[in-house]
């Protein structure tokens, strides 16, 4: 019978993560299903940016190496929970608390350590885009 140790040595990791102090470490146990570019003003002002950029897994596939007590939360709407690092303030994740995609949660690509190497599948909520950006061509996709 495997203890542990061999159960997470056996998992593979896909990216792993840190906060900017490194007081919050992660790794994401699977590929993302998907990775966006958003334009809403809730992450326009949660990460002090024209838009934030997130990839996609399920909760169980996020898994803290450390730093899980300095993270604090915040509901920025009824629905959805935003988490950061108490410590620097970075924007970790953020997900819905109920509904069809509460078992998902956006975790944000600024904060991975490993080299992301997907493409960026889409660039929503473009209505409320910040004038000064253009989005590239590429990345512009309909929701």
């Given at each position: ?9 056996q998992?593979?990791?896909y ?5 900017l102090?490194k ?7 699977a590929?993302p299903?998907t ?7 809730m ?6 940016a ?14 803290y ?10 509901a ?24 069809k995609w ?12 490993t ?9 929503i ?17 309909p929701?």
């Amino acid at each position: 019978m495997a203890d542990n140790n061999e159960t997470l040595q056996q998992e593979k990791v896909y990216y792993q993560g840190s906060c900017l102090c490194k007081a919050v470490r992660f790794e994401l146990l699977a590929e993302p299903q998907t990775a966006s570019h958003c334009h809403c003003t809730m992450c326009q002002k949660q990460h002090g940016a024209a838009f934030a950029s997130y990839a996609r897994v399920r909760h169980s596939e996020l898994r803290y190496l450390c730093g899980e007590g300095v993270i604090k939360s915040y509901a920025s709407s009824k629905t959805v929970r935003r988490r950061f690092c108490s410590e620097c303030g970075s924007n970790l994740t953020w997900g819905y608390t109920e509904g069809k995609w509460s078992e998902w949660v956006a975790v944000a690509l600024g904060c991975f350590d490993t080299p992301f190497t997907q493409d960026i599948t889409r660039e929503i909520h473009l209505e409320d885009m910040a004038p000064w950006w253009e989005p590239s061509a590429k990345s512009l996709k309909p929701e």
